[in-house]
């Protein structure tokens, strides 16, 4: 069992940034993915981006949408992951979700399907 709390979400003006944060409890942090998603009314949850785990180490993916402008990074000492966001679009507007897979069923693990644990969701919201 994994719980997920995901904080830093807020309002902001288009061209700002924000830094989210997930602290995770329940199970050894540092062996799986964690990814982040987001979900924007009406529209379905997207993979954002996550801090993957392989044997060699690990490594980071992006949607192209949010590449060059996210970054996303873990503390493994912390049991928490970031998204630091910046140059935020008005497109960038949706609930971010924080997610763990510990299946490892596919590498890296970017659809919604791939992921077993899901924080409650933080409001961004980028005004024009």
């Known amino acids: 069992q994994v719980q997920l709390v995901e904080s830093g979400g807020g309002l902001v003006q288009a061209g700002g940034s924000l830094r989210l944060s997930c602290a995770a409890s329940?199970?050894?942090?540092?062996?799986?993915?964690m990814g982040w998603f987001r979900q924007a009314p009406g529209k379905e949850r997207e993979f954002v981006a996550v801090?993957?785990?392989?044997?060699?180490?690990?490594?980071?993916y992006y949607a192209d949408s949010v590449k060059g402008r996210f970054t996303i990074s873990r503390d493994n000492a912390k049991n928490t992951v970031y998204l630091q966001m910046n140059s935020l679009k008005s497109e960038d507007t949706a609930v971010y979700y924080c997610?763990?897979?510990?299946?490892?069923?596919?590498?890296?693990?970017?659809?919604?399907?791939?992921?077993?644990?899901w924080g409650q969701g933080t409001q961004v919201t980028v005004s024009s």
């Open positions: 329940g199970r050894t942090f540092s062996s799986y993915a």
């Open positions: 997610a763990a897979d510990l299946g490892s069923r596919r590498y890296p693990p970017t659809t919604r399907y791939e992921y077993d644990y």
């Open positions: 801090a993957a785990i392989s044997w060699s180490g690990g490594s980071t």
